[in-house]
């Protein structure tokens, strides 16, 4: 674990790696999400069967939280969808570097003198510029997003103005800021 998790008791527990469409998540129980310091997302060091991971747990819309797996842990797991996996997870006080998606990359790297703005924001305003842009199906809309978020950073914005965490979610897995898939 990180020497940047916050002085807490580890928070320790079953579950069971499932898929949310194509998507590998895990859910946590409702004792383990009742531990965590935060009902919003939460940045956490955590361990899946012995793998450790940094990442953002996300709040279900219902009191609860669940863990999006990347891609490349799920390889490295090598679980399968209903499989028992045993987790840990620490919070940590500072939020851990997004994936910046190559769309947004691309106009970064285009646009004049913004490589030391974004650096200079702090990486929940990182994460929330992305989270932004991710949150919606349609193509032309992150299109416009990914415009808009380079003409605000240009004018001093250093967050998605309204951006609400709670609803602003992955469309793919939440809607309305609830995770799909619960009762």
């Given at each position: 674990m990180s020497a940047d998790a916050a002085e807490t008791t580890t928070i320790t527990f079953p579950a069971i790696a499932e898929l949310l469409g194509d998507?590998?998540?895990l859910r946590l129980p409702q004792d383990a999400s009742d531990r965590l310091p935060s009902r919003g997302q939460v940045a956490v060091d955590g361990s899946i069967d012995g793998t450790d991971f940094t990442t953002v747990v996300e709040?279900?819309?219902?009191?609860?939280?669940?863990?999006?797996?990347?891609p490349d842990l799920w390889?490295?797991?090598?679980?399968?969808?209903?499989?028992?996996?045993?987790?840990?997870?620490?919070?940590?006080?500072?939020?851990?570097?997004?994936?910046?998606?190559?769309?947004?990359?691309a106009a970064l790297d285009a646009a004049v003198d913004l490589d030391e703005v974004w650096t200079s924001l702090t990486a929940m305003a990182r994460w929330e510029w992305v989270r932004w842009i991710?949150?919606?199906?349609?193509?032309?809309?992150?299109?416009?997003?990914?415009?808009?978020?380079?003409?605000?950073?240009?004018?001093?914005?250093?967050?998605?103005?309204?951006?609400?965490?709670?609803?602003?979610?992955?469309?793919?897995?939440?809607?309305?800021?609830?995770?799909?898939?619960?009762?």
């Open positions: 998507r590998p998540i709040p279900d819309g219902r009191r609860g939280h669940w863990i999006s797996i990347e390889q490295r797991l090598g679980t399968s969808p209903g499989e028992a996996v045993e987790v840990s997870l620490n919070p940590r006080k500072e939020w851990p570097e997004v994936t910046v998606p190559e769309d947004l990359r991710r949150a919606t199906k349609s193509a032309d809309t992150r299109a416009r997003r990914v415009d808009v978020a380079i003409s605000k950073l240009e004018s001093g914005k250093r967050r998605p103005c309204c951006f609400d965490l709670s609803s602003c979610t992955d469309p793919e897995l939440s809607k309305s800021g609830k995770l799909l898939g619960l009762s």
